[in-house]
């Protein structure tokens, strides 16, 4: 069983190395013009709109503003709350190449807050860069520190080794940006990358709280949905809304415009059991009636980790868990196929220390939910 295990882990390995040198070959096709980039008098920077990249987890291409996780017609029909925090660009990154000894970046933030209490700049506000390694694996590089609003420039990474390599960039996570740019040495180029295999590149979509928004990572790759994205190579939609995820009929109707290979819906911990019980049959018949055959992971909220002495969080836990479980029998009971249901143990670990909060992960936290979460993705894509 072992040998087998790690020829497989091998085989793995083999193939995601395949996809990174593919990408990197095909990139020398899909430089992009330096031309359409910015100069500066006396700089040897050229500054190159990521949107030209091509930017992932967006589910609309009409949007009001060009980072906007929800389309610019949703605006008036979700609630306030919601449109307010769909400006937020959790979930969006950009993949590239170049060969550049030194990545630069610039953006320009919506909000000028930088930080929380409980979560900081760098999760709420900064940018974050990955490296593919040289065994094909994603590596965490650099992160972009944000100092001041509206608008930063850092200097991502210095001192890279010759010759391209891909790189993928993740956007704030708690905060929105009106523009964000990759700084590259005139004498460098930078690229798209390959598109991913068509078995590929139907995202994962992620419907949830401020627990799938990303709070409290530390920085933007650590949500476990960026993590699951890195782990099987696939685009990420996060409609995670703080405090908000409540399953309305509107966004069911949004949600089942969209064309994903998993909808992951993980609203819990935002809805009493009265809504659970009120609301989640129609949300699933909403999107089941659009995609008959798309899977659809109903997830139990997380554990509160002071419930193991606290009897009100273990209350409401239990309370939504069983609605939740009741909602999921009568789906079935309708004959409605494709359902997967994740609970709530293990989900943030037993010990206690996955939260900043009792409620919001740390990075510990989300990296234990992309284990959990994973185990159940897994056998839905298939490979």
């Given at each position: 069983m072992m040998k087998r295990c790690c020829s497989g882990s091998r085989l793995v390995a083999t193939w995601i190395l395949f996809l990174s040198v593919s990408a990197v ?359």
């Amino acid at each position: 069983m072992m040998k087998r295990c790690c020829s497989g882990s091998r085989l793995v390995a083999t193939w995601i190395l395949f996809l990174s040198v593919s990408a990197v070959v095909a990139a020398q096709e899909a430089k992009l013009d330096p031309a359409r980039a910015k100069s500066e008098p006396g700089s040897a920077t050229l500054w190159y709109d990521i949107r030209d990249l091509g930017v992932e987890g967006q589910g609309w291409e009409e949007t009001k503003s060009p980072f906007d996780r929800l389309p610019a017609k949703a605006e008036g029909v979700v609630r306030d709350a919601v449109w307010n925090l769909s400006r937020d660009s959790t979930g969006l990154c950009v993949r590239f190449v170049t060969d550049s000894p030194t990545i630069e970046a610039r953006w320009t933030l919506n909000k000028a807050s930088l930080a929380m209490p409980h979560m900081p700049a760098t999760g709420v506000s900064g940018l974050d860069l990955y490296a593919r390694a040289d065994d094909g694996q994603w590596r965490w590089l650099a992160v972009g520190q944000p100092k001041v609003a509206p608008t930063n420039s850092v200097t991502l990474v210095a001192g890279l080794p010759n010759g391209p390599r891909e790189f993928l960039l993740y956007l704030p996570l708690y905060n929105g940006v009106t523009s964000v740019e990759l700084g590259i040495p005139k004498d460098r180029q930078v690229a798209r990358t390959e598109p991913r295999p068509e078995a590929l590149r139907k995202p994962i979509l992620f419907y949830g709280t401020s627990i799938t928004q990303g709070g409290c990572a530390s920085r933007p790759g650590m949500v476990h949905t960026a993590i699951l994205g890195r782990q099987l190579n696939r685009p990420i939609i996060n409609l995670g809304f703080s405090g908000n995820g409540k399953m309305e009929p509107e966004l069911a109707s949004l949600l089942a415009e969209l064309d994903p290979a998993v909808y992951v819906l993980d609203c819990l911990p935002n809805m009493s059991s009265k809504e659970v019980e009120e609301r989640l049959e129609p949300f699933v018949q909403t999107l089941r009636k659009a995609h008959p055959d798309t899977p659809i992971v109903l997830a139990e909220d997380r554990n509160y980790t002071s419930g193991f002495i606290l009897t009100s969080p273990r209350e409401h836990n239990e309370r939504n868990h069983a609605a939740l479980r009741t909602a999921h029998e009568h789906l079935l009971a309708a004959g409605i196929k494709g359902l997967h249901y994740l609970p709530a143990d293990l989900q943030i670990g037993t010990d206690g220390e996955g939260t900043v909060d009792g409620s919001h992960p740390t990075d510990l936290g989300f990296m234990r939910m992309a284990e959990i979460f994973g185990s159940i993705l897994r056998p839905i894509l298939g490979k």
